[in-house]
């Protein structure tokens, strides 16, 4: 989406709806870790994180927030 002359720094409404689900993504996981109920291997993560209503898309989309290495104890 081009947008014209003084707009240029707006975000977009995607752009925004990125930004708020890599937060929740990111709330998440911190919530999980704080719990103990962080799964060590990826596809629990996955599976845990899908039934948290994210979906697989999503979750590769921002995978640097939850795959491997992503959180280091």
């Given at each position: 989406m081009v947008k014209s002359?003084?707009?240029r720094d707006e975000k977009t409404v995607n752009q925004k709806r990125s930004?708020?689900?890599r937060a929740r993504l990111q709330k998440a996981?911190?919530?999980l870790?704080?719990?103990q109920d962080w799964p060590e291997g990826?596809?629990?993560r996955f599976n845990r994180l899908c039934r948290l209503k994210f979906s697989g898309q999503t979750l590769?989309?921002?995978k640097?927030?939850?795959h491997s290495g992503a959180?280091?104890?």
């Open positions: 002359g003084s707009n930004e708020a689900t996981v911190a919530t870790t704080e719990q990826i596809t629990s590769y989309k921002h640097d927030l939850w959180l280091k104890p």
